[in-house]
């Protein structure tokens, strides 16, 4: 059984930086692929960064709005999923989720399995 906990999560300035992390028990091969999504207060989750990695290699997508500002990397030694987020603003604000459990790299949730409980992000302006 695979399970995630992310922590980082908190209050930041608007052009400040936070950097999330997903801890990550239990391996199967489709945890090769790994997603942050996040969701604002009564909106839709959306596909914010994902990144497939295998043999030493890593590819990740971002979504447009956070392209230039968040980077997605993997430790595997540690077992953790990280977001780097930079430049923050307002429009940021959301509970961010990772995600794992997708046969390829995408930023639809419907693809991914298995879910984070979530930290909250707030960017005040």
């Known amino acids: 059984q695979v399970s995630l906990l992310e922590s980082g999560g908190g209050s930041v300035q608007a052009g400040g930086s936070l950097r999330l992390s997903c801890a990550v028990s239990?391996?199967?091969?489709?945890?090769?692929?790994m997603g942050w999504f996040r969701q604002p207060a009564g909106k839709e989750r959306e596909g914010v960064a994902a990144l497939y990695t295998a043999g030493g290699l890593a590819y990740p997508i971002y979504a447009d709005s956070v392209k230039g500002r968040f980077t997605i990397s993997r430790d595997n030694a540690k077992n953790t999923l990280y977001l780097q987020m930079n430049s923050l603003k307002p429009e940021d604000t959301a509970m961010y989720y990772c995600?794992?459990?997708?046969?390829?790299?995408?930023?639809?949730?419907?693809?991914?399995?298995?879910w984070g409980q979530g930290t909250q992000v707030t960017v005040s302006s």
């Open positions: 995600a794992t459990g997708a046969n390829h790299v995408s930023l639809f949730k419907d693809d991914y399995n298995y």
């Open positions: 239990g391996y199967t091969s489709r945890t090769n692929h």
